[in-house]
């Protein structure tokens, strides 16, 4: 860790950018912000418009796309502004990731600060990073056409690909400060990566339901509407069936609220299978952190429905999403290296 603590400083300072860049997006997402700048200027759109005359042609090319026209027709320039800045910042947070990411890597290339298997890792950080950048403009594009939203399923790559993009970094900054191997523990580390496959599957479908505004229905619990367990609705939005469960709003809720029970259900196997083998501080530190974290954040999802997602509730979930994944992360690292 001595020798390398710069770069794991940097990376970890990534990891923390990263996450403000989360939580502004989704607070982009859930005041319906990611429409309201509609061109993509690398350079020229670092700064948002200086004078009136600007707003006024930033405004006006508002007005021309789908968002405008079919749902903030009512929009004054005083209610665009608004939802311009938090698009506005979530751009700029990634321009700022990308120099922070590129400029200091350069300067440990050349310095010989990395060895080799670092830097094949940070190159395939820089690639993660600028696949996301580009995925932000391809989501932010689907909504520009024809209709005022984007797509779910782009929205999903998007907001995965950050999730992602962090637990890489966390993972290669966790080499680096722990250099040296141990014994693995195959069956408890194997089960760890299961769950981690779960995790994930339940973070994408939370992307699903954010695209597709579902948790603005059915807001009961532990039922669904009518008290039921299983609402009609979850297969028959769609033709055929099973297309409800990718693009109906029934359909991904339904598989959103119960898949979050078989992740609670796999951290608890992982707590109860790990009593039964000797554990190391930070082992122990993971797993109390883990079971911590994931009954918090079913508590916020719980709420969040119940709610119908109120702005602080919806950022609260995504943040609870966030740091579950670094807890479920780092664990995996201490029971693999």
């Known amino acids: 860790m001595k020798k390398n603590k710069y770069v ?37 759109g670092t700064l948002p418009p200086m004078n009136e005359q600007a707003w006024e042609e ?44 590129i400029l200091p890597f350069l300067y440990f290339l050349f310095t010989k600060k990395l060895d080799r298997p ?45 999730f992602i993009t962090f637990a890489y970094s966390l993972w290669v900054a966790l080499d680096l400060i722990y250099p040296t191997q141990k014994e693995i523990k ?3 580390r194997n089960l760890i990566r299961i769950t981690y496959a779960l995790l994930l599957l339940q973070i994408i479908w939370g992307a699903f339901v954010a695209g597709l505004d579902a948790g603005f229905i059915h807001n009961h619990w532990p039922l669904m509407s009518e008290g039921k367990l299983i609402h009609e609705t ?5 033709q055929p069936v099973i297309k409800n469960f990718f693009e109906g709003k029934s359909g991904v809720q339904f598989v959103h609220r119960y898949m979050a029970y078989i992740v609670v259900g796999f951290i608890a196997l992982i707590w109860v299978r790990s009593r039964k083998i000797q554990r190391t501080p930070l082992q122990e530190k993971g797993l109390q952190s883990l079971v911590f974290l994931v009954f918090l954040q079913f508590v916020l999802g719980v709420l969040t429905i119940i709610y119908a997602v109120p702005l602080w509730l919806g950022v609260a979930h995504q943040i609870g999403a966030f740091f579950l994944l670094a807890a479920m992360t780092f664990t995996l690292h201490r029971f693999s290296k």
């Open 58 to 101: 930033a405004f006006e090319l508002y007005k021309q796309y789908p968002e405008y026209q079919k749902l903030n027709s009512h929009f004054d320039l005083e209610d665009f502004k608004e939802i311009y800045f938090w698009e506005w910042l979530h751009r700029v947070i990634g321009r700022f990731i990308g120099i922070v990411f």
């Open 118 to 162: 670092t830097i094949k890792k940070c190159l395939a950080l820089l690639f993660l990073g600028g696949f996301q950048g580009f995925l932000g403009w391809y989501m932010v594009k689907s909504g520009l056409v024809d209709r005022p939203d984007v797509s779910h399923f782009r929205l999903a790559a998007h907001l995965t690909t950050a």
């Open 186 to 188: 195959k069956p408890i």
């Open 8 to 44: 794991v400083y940097w990376l970890l300072t990534g990891c923390v950018l990263i996450f403000i860049m989360v939580l502004v997006g989704g607070i982009t997402r859930l005041t319906h912000s990611g429409l309201s700048i509609s061109d993509y200027k690398l350079i020229q």
């Open 234 to 238: 979850v297969y028959i939005e769609q």
